[in-house]
């Protein structure tokens, strides 16, 4: 992806040196093989830094209303700042999510689109190579080398070694940007799909909550789910209001239980299903079996996919006369 | 609450009523001197658009073994569309806590007007013995991490 990487550092330098963006949010090379880390540069000069590769997997979005937040400790409103952000394709729909839901503006961002054919893990890869360190990887042909710390070659199928939310993702390419660097996918078919979502679909209530509240005793309520989350932006979170206290002081498994429904559910309607809070979680919570059923309700019950364009109202901040009363309890 | 003492087992079920058209339902059904279960503890609320999921999941999460939120008939809000924005919330809640295994009868909704007394006598009837028949709320019962 040298040309695309070439590319992205040649339009991002010549925007800041222009003037047209005040600051860029792209990847830079991470210090461990197979790893990127958000970057965030305001000089030409500074564009060398910036790469793409298969390694790209944070959602860069959550940066972004920071940006058109003030600090409360700023007497002074500073006028908001031109920001230009790489996006792959779940990045670009949370972009347009923050668009809708106004927390950040249009006008003041510069999207700019690259390719994406699934990014790689590199927690999955690491289960797959052992215990042994991994030093180098190399992609070639869809197929990935990894060489260990004793210098052991491995070789791997891309699909092998794809993110969890990369394998079913069917929007590789950002649905609303300004300049699109290399060629945009144009494919709709998940990568790798699996049915885990659809086997738990058919176990019985009680099998499903034993499995839930199973992972969910997992969690160490480090929030990271939430940090990761562009979706999560409020200023003071239910989670953590004492005031009334939503969810317990978060000792107890049902304290914890609270919290993720909680969270997951406040993801109706607008979850990308980008998978920024599995790779986030510390502890393996398998939390996509989860919140994949509210990505699709919203799909089944009221026809909208989270970010696909900047016209459709999301659903939960809109109505219908006509919508289902299937839901609804009858006496009699 | 275990098996053994499961017969004087009363389910606590909190019912969130909108001030306009349930709570009076509610009211017209005490007036009328209508029979119905006690094990509900009503919650007036000004429409049923001002409950939250995060209402729903609290209650359950203190102890609940079931909640009821009744608003006026669509079309019928004190508020023109309180009642509709709510019915979106409460289509995919219902589902998505369905999906993570909370039994359905847990958590119901259901319209009940000013005029509809026995409609609402009948509906407490129906969810009590609905969440008697499904046993104490699992996020109360859930083991101690």
């Known amino acids: 992806m040298t040309a695309v990487e070439e590319e992205i550092r040649k339009t991002t330098a010549d925007l800041l040196a222009e003037g047209k963006a005040d600051i860029v949010i792209g990847f830079a090379a991470g210090s461990l093989p197979m790893r990127a880390t958000p970057c965030f540069i305001t000089e030409p000069e500074a564009a060398q830094q910036l790469v793409w590769n298969s390694y790209c997997l944070n959602n860069l979005a959550v940066y972004l209303p920071g940006y058109f937040v003030p600090a409360p400790s700023l007497k002074e409103e500073k006028p908001a700042p031109k920001v230009a952000i790489v ?229 939960l901040m809109d109505f219908n006369a006509s919508d289902s009363d299937s839901f609804i309890t009858e006496p009699e | 609450m275990t098996k053994e003492n499961e017969k004087d087992w009363n389910p606590r079920i909190v019912a969130f009523l909108c001030n306009w058209c349930s709570y009076a339902g509610a009211d017209l059904a005490g007036v009328s001197r209508m029979q119905y279960a006690s094990n509900i503890r009503i919650i007036r609320v000004p429409c049923s658009g001002r409950i939250s999921p995060l209402h729903i999941i609290s209650a359950l999460h203190r102890g609940a073994d079931g909640v009821l939120v009744s608003g006026c008939h669509p079309g019928d809000c004190h508020y023109i569309s309180g009642n509709l924005v709510a019915r979106r919330k409460f289509n995919m809640l219902k589902n998505f806590l369905e999906h993570v295994g909370i039994c359905p009868e847990r958590v119901q909704f259901s319209w009940v007007s000013a005029a509809e007394g026995a409609r609402f006598a009948a509906l407490v009837e129906k969810v009590v013995e609905g969440v008697r028949r499904i046993g104490p709320s699992e996020i109360g019962t859930v083991a101690v991490k």
């Open chain 1, 87 to 315: 996006v792959k394709g779940c990045d670009g729909r949370s972009v347009v999510g923050l668009i809708k839901e106004r927390q950040i503006l249009r006008e003041n961002l510069i999207i700019i689109a690259a390719p994406c054919e699934g990014m790689l893990d590199v927690d999955i890869t690491q289960e797959l190579v052992g215990t042994n360190e991994i030093v180098c990887a190399q992609e070639k042909n869809g197929e990935v080398t990894i060489t260990d710390e004793m210098g052991k070659k491995t070789k791997f199928s891309r699909k092998e070694l794809l993110a969890e939310s990369c394998r079913f993702c069917k929007h590789r390419a950002a649905p609303v940007y300004d300049i699109a660097v290399g060629e945009l996918p144009q494919s709709k078919d998940a990568l790798a799909p699996d049915n885990r979502f659809e086997e738990f679909l058919k176990k019985s209530s009680a099998e499903r909550w034993e499995q839930f509240s199973r992972e969910i005793s997992k969690c160490v309520l480090c929030n990271a789910c939430r940090s990761a989350c562009p979706n999560c932006y409020c200023k003071v979170c239910f989670a953590d209001q004492t005031r009334p206290n939503w969810t317990g002081s978060g000792g107890e498994l049902r304290d914890v239980i609270s919290y993720h429904l909680g969270r997951m559910f406040h993801q109706a309607g607008r979850c990308v299903d980008c998978g920024a809070c599995v790779r986030a979680c510390s502890m393996g919570v398998d939390l996509r079996t989860f919140t994949y059923k509210l990505v699709e309700d919203a799909g089944e019950l009221f026809d909208y996919t989270a970010g696909l364009d900047l016209e459709h109202v999301p659903p």
